[in-house]
């Protein structure tokens, strides 16, 4: 039928004759009618016989019709009239045309090279009609020249840094607003001397408040700043006053005023930044006619108390915007905190509404950054002694996973020592702080958990939540800020917690005792080799609780003093562990106030008995009494309850020679060159410890 395409799957251009020669293909039914059939072949959209009619062009519609000729053809060629056509033949037949390059795709490759290489030369020619254009290429050579310091001999980068400062200078504020020459001028910073610095912190007088709110230029006030110049730090720091409260909640600037104010400010110019907190009104006015400027909030309250609330206000407001923008790692917001904790009436609506917020941070990055800096671990302490059960809980859940870090950090161990003293739930407080700490309760500790505790308890911060149970609010241990914050928490948990202090403490001790113990009886010796671990084993055996089981730590010592190791030999001699052995030998710590030594947790140690007998089964008393540890000695004849003082009198009056020997450097007086020959022969030291046995043997 002319005008119709056919459905049927073949090459035929409608011959009815070739139509009947196909295979026959069976049909269920009735025979459709011919408008049945017109309508299917007129409807249907084979896309294989579509794609294979497109090599014609259409005249009527832009439908490509097949001409009789054409299908004849075809058929001739690729029609099998018993098999019909072959699918993948026609399918591989049309990827090979896809493949097939045209001369358009060749063009319009190379228009697209064209019109590159013209946006180059467009870039290229925009950038040399910005200003400076010459010198800022010239200074990104040099910069890349400098950059690489262990490539560039020291003459040679005098002479680029030299061309480097006679290009920028007077020019830098044009250089500092662009992401790639502001790195140029770092740079120049970097290897400039005092002067050179100076000549460019000048130039910039003005501009710091802009450069901090630059994305790329802020980098440039930490390298004029990290040379502490005086000269520098005064002129960029003030130009930070009356900005604070809006630089604070700057994306960019922030981070930079809270670097200022945290590393390079004085105690002077942070109160003038802390001040602005308050309020518009100190950001405007500033304190004239003072001395000095304090940014203590109490203070300001008490010389103007009918200001309490519009301060007040303004702090809150501040402290919640950056915590609600999860900015909450800013030293300067630490400080505004604590002043605002410290000014609030406990009880009142502003103390329960301040908890809420610190506890309201669901990621819980509030009190973990608050809990890494002075002012923030004070704000964590006041939260848990004027928080219910409830409050403390929750505040010790979001330190999960951070207690070792806590006990490690400068700030973060006060956190510990003050949920130590103020949480009723001492079975809470052990399993929230223990098991990450110290590890499980165990008197056979496995290598990690020992590792973790050796390197604690001779850690200058970690030993102190070690300690603090053992000792109190001890200057052994603690700094004199740490005891004047943890008396005033004992001041407030009068008020808000239930336990009494003591029993608290002992409940805890029971629970870190045995495996301290155990520490100590299985790691003696590196212990020894340190002053921080020689005080360790003092105060955990000096203060464990009754009940506990001294006797392997103990005897890991005295097993020490007949140790033939130089090194632990060495270890003994030494004064850290000559203290150690003597406060055992006494049973008990020496009080200075009262001139007495107070005894130690019951039952007695009877430490000096044990150590005597092995000295005396060495034959080596009268070594100890004249060398390094003479004082150990000492201290077995002034202690309480020493079973063979008799003998030990006896022993030194036989090795009296020795004794004086040892004690006559010291003791000798004359002329100076008689001192000093008999200095020489003693070795050029004397023997405190020897001399004063020897007052005890005349005594007697």
């Given at each position: 039928m002319p005008g119709i395409k056919r459905k049927a799957i073949s090459g035929s251009g409608g011959s009815d004759q070739n139509t009947k020669k196909q295979k026959a293909i069976p049909r269920q039914g009735p025979k459709p009618s011919a408008a049945v059939r017109e309508l299917e072949t007129t409807t249907d959209s084979d896309p294989i016989i579509e794609s294979d009619s497109t090599e014609h062009s259409g005249d009527d519609d832009g439908v490509s019709w097949p001409s009789d000729d054409d299908s004849k053809s075809q058929q001739s060629d690729d029609h099998n009239p018993d098999e019909g056509v072959t699918l993948p033949e026609i399918s591989s037949q049309k990827q090979t045309k896809a493949k097939t390059p045209t001369k358009e795709s060749n063009g319009l490759s190379n228009s697209s090279k064209e019109a590159h290489a013209k946006q180059k030369v467009l870039a290229q020619e925009r950038r040399a009609a910005k200003p400076n254009a010459e010198s800022i290429a010239r200074t990104k050579k040099l910069w890349e020249r400098l950059r690489r310091k262990s490539h560039v001999p020291l003459e040679e980068r005098k002479k680029l840094v030299a061309e480097l400062f006679n290009i920028i200078?007077?020019?830098?504020?044009?250089?500092v607003l662009k992401h790639d020459s502001v790195r140029v001028v770092q740079t120049a910073i970097k290897y400039a001397n005092r002067d050179q610095r100076r000549t460019i912190a000048q130039e910039l007088e003005g501009e710091y408040r802009s450069l901090a709110e630059s994305r790329y230029a802020k980098f440039l006030l930490g390298k004029l700043l990290v040379h502490d110049d005086k000269e520098i730090r005064d002129l960029i720091v003030p130009e930070f006053y009356g900005h604070v409260r809006r630089l604070i909640k700057h994306p960019?600037?922030?981070?930079?005023?809270?670097?200022?104010?945290?590393?390079?400010?004085?105690?002077?110019?942070?109160?003038?930044?802390?001040?602005?907190?308050y309020g518009a009104e100190f950001a405007i006015f500033k304190a004239r006619g003072k001395a000095t400027v304090t940014g203590e909030l109490q203070s300001i309250l008490e010389e103007h108390p009918e200001?309490?609330?519009?301060?007040?206000?303004?702090?809150?407001?501040?402290?919640?915007?950056?915590?609600?923008?999860?900015?909450?790692?800013?030293?300067?917001?630490?400080?505004?905190?604590?002043?605002?904790?410290?000014?609030?009436?406990?009880?009142?609506?502003?103390?329960?509404?301040?908890?809420?917020?610190?506890?309201?941070?669901?990621?819980?990055?509030?009190?973990?950054?608050?809990?890494?800096?002075?002012?923030g671990a004070h704000v964590v302490c006041l939260a848990l002694v004027y928080g219910t059960a409830k409050d403390r809980k929750q505040i010790l859940k979001v330190y999960k996973g951070t207690i070792a870090a806590l006990a490690y950090d400068p700030n973060g161990h006060r956190v510990l020592l003050a949920a130590y003293d103020v949480i009723d739930d001492t079975v809470l407080t052990s399993k929230s702080i223990f098991p990450e700490f110290i590890g499980k309760s165990s008197s056979d500790l496995p290598e990690p958990q020992t590792q973790s505790l050796l390197s604690a308890a001779i850690h200058l911060n970690a030993r102190i939540p070690l300690l603090y149970l053992f000792t109190g609010p001890s200057k052994a241990i603690l700094r004199a800020e740490d005891i004047s914050l943890l008396h005033s928490i004992h001041q407030i948990r009068t008020t808000t917690s239930k336990k009494d202090a003591a029993t608290r403490r002992t409940e805890l001790l029971t629970h870190i005792s045995p495996t301290l113990l155990a520490l100590i009886a299985t790691h003696a010796g590196t212990l020894i080799r340190s002053s921080f671990g020689c005080q360790f084993i003092t105060e955990v055996l000096l203060s464990c609780p009754a009940g506990s089981?001294?006797?392997?730590?103990?005897?890991?010592?005295?097993?020490?003093?007949?140790?033939?190791?130089?090194?632990?030999?060495?270890?003994?001699?030494?004064?850290?562990?000559?203290?150690?052995?003597?406060?055992?030998?006494?049973?008990?710590?020496?009080?200075?106030?009262?001139?007495?030594?107070?005894?130690?947790?019951?039952?007695a140690l009877g430490f000096h008995d044990s150590l005597y007998a092995s000295l005396e089964e060495q034959g080596g008393v009268v070594d100890w009494a004249t060398g390094g540890n003479s004082f150990v000695v000492v201290g077995m004849l002034e202690a309480e309850g020493f079973s063979a003082h008799a003998a030990l009198m006896e022993r030194l009056r036989k090795g009296r020679g020795e004794l004086e020997a040892a004690a006559a450097?010291?003791?000798?007086?004359?002329?100076?060159?008689?001192?000093?020959?008999?200095?020489?022969?003693?070795?050029?030291?004397?023997?405190?410890?020897?001399?004063?046995?020897?007052?005890?043997?005349?005594?007697?």
């Open positions: 200078t007077g020019n830098v504020k044009d250089f960019e600037a922030s981070w930079i005023l809270d670097d200022i104010y945290r590393g390079v400010a004085t105690p002077s110019q942070k109160a003038s930044l802390l001040r602005e907190w200001k309490r609330k519009p301060i007040m206000h303004a702090l809150h407001d501040l402290i919640n915007l950056l915590v609600q923008k999860k900015m909450t790692g800013f030293t300067m917001l630490h400080d505004a905190m604590l002043q605002y904790f410290l000014n609030i009436p406990a009880g009142s609506a502003e103390m329960t509404d301040y908890m809420e917020l610190l506890k309201g941070d669901e990621e819980g990055d509030l009190l973990k950054n608050l809990a890494f800096t002075k002012s089981d001294r006797g392997p730590a103990l005897s890991a010592l005295i097993q020490l003093t007949r140790s033939n190791d130089p090194a632990t030999k060495q270890a003994l001699n030494e004064p850290s562990a000559g203290r150690m052995l003597k406060t055992l030998v006494q049973g008990g710590r020496y009080n200075p106030n009262t001139r007495s030594v107070e005894p130690a947790e019951p039952p450097a010291t003791a000798a007086r004359g002329s100076g060159a008689e001192e000093e020959e008999v200095r020489k022969n003693a070795g050029g030291k004397g023997n405190r410890g020897a001399q004063l046995l020897l007052e005890k043997l005349d005594a007697e």
